[in-house]
């Protein structure tokens, strides 16, 4: 499992960690069943604390993304497992799309740059 840190990033760190982990598995890169790495070995290549990873998968357990396993680890669900309802979903394309306006970016622009991310998620996990 490959993450990045970035210091000058506003998330916390947890949400980077949990934000990084949810695009492997948009991307196909990790998939249901596979077992994440422990808690202790993320934090260790990571160089950050045990308690600041352990937030992030604890995070990812609460939105179904990972099954954690006493014994077994931090394992990927099923897509399916993830019942969202749709407004939820468009919750974070909303603010997203609010600060690409704020930016400056004309609708075009914007229409373009999702497709161009789009295309690089579905390439990169071979999704549809």
Do not use: C, W
């Not at 394992?75 to 468009?90: F, G």
């Amino acid at each position: 499992m490959f993450l990045t840190l970035h210091e000058d990033d506003k998330r916390p760190i947890y949400q980077q960690i949990t934000d990084g982990i949810k695009d492997l598995i948009a991307r196909g890169e990790l998939r249901e069943g596979m077992t994440l790495p422990s808690v202790r070995q993320v934090a260790g290549d990571l160089g950050v604390n045990l308690n600041t990873v352990a937030v992030a998968y604890r995070q990812l357990q609460d939105e179904g993304f990972v099954t954690v396993r006493h014994g077994a680890g931090a394992v990927i669900s099923s897509r399916n497992a993830r019942p969202v309802e749709q407004a939820e979903l468009y919750k974070p394309l909303q603010t997203a799309l609010t600060q690409l306006v704020l930016s400056g970016l004309t609708g075009h622009e914007i229409v373009e740059t999702v497709r161009e991310q789009l295309a690089q998620l579905q390439q990169k996990g071979g999704t549809r």
